[in-house]
Nanobody, 125 residues
Framework: QVQLVATGGGLVQPGGSLRLSCAASGFTLDDYTIGWFRQAPGKEREGVSCIMRGHGSTQYVDSVKGRFTISRDNAKTTVFLQMNSLKPEDTAVYYC??????????????????WGQGTQVTVSS
């Protein structure tokens, strides 16, 4: 019953913007930390951004800081990743994931229990 659905990807020119959405089905997100990850061909998956349960603190990988913004809607059913000033190196499949860790929920050692299917982001001229 638990599902995460990632949408919003597409083809955009360098400097353009996209907004990715991660919608929860079967549960609400108020007690879940949500992370965005991406994986480009031939590269390992990397964490992009994270919004923590509870206080809602956010984290970003250095390469996107200042360009991407993670947020949660008022109903706590959807987490967004606003992607501005996109660069070709942002091209990847983007995944959202959720965990229920009580602390260090955005840390590298956390287990992500639920995953969305991924949405393709292509930044190209």
């Amino acid at each position: 019953q638990v599902q995460l659905v990632a949408t919003g990807g597409g083809l955009v020119q360098p400097g353009g913007s996209l907004r990715l959405s991660c919608a929860a089905s079967g549960f609400t997100l108020d007690d879940y930390t949500i992370g965005w990850f991406r994986q480009a061909p031939g590269k390992e998956r990397e964490g992009v951004s994270c919004i923590m349960r509870g206080h809602g603190s956010t984290q970003y990988v250095d390469s996107v800081k200042g360009r991407f913004t993670i947020s949660r809607d008022n109903a706590k059913t959807t987490v967004f990743l606003q992607m501005n000033s996109l660069k070709p190196e942002d091209t990847a499949v983007y995944y959202c994931a959720a965990n229920q860790a009580l602390w260090n929920a955005c840390g590298v050692a956390v287990r992500w229990n639920y995953w969305g299917q991924g949405t393709q982001v292509t930044v190209s001229s």
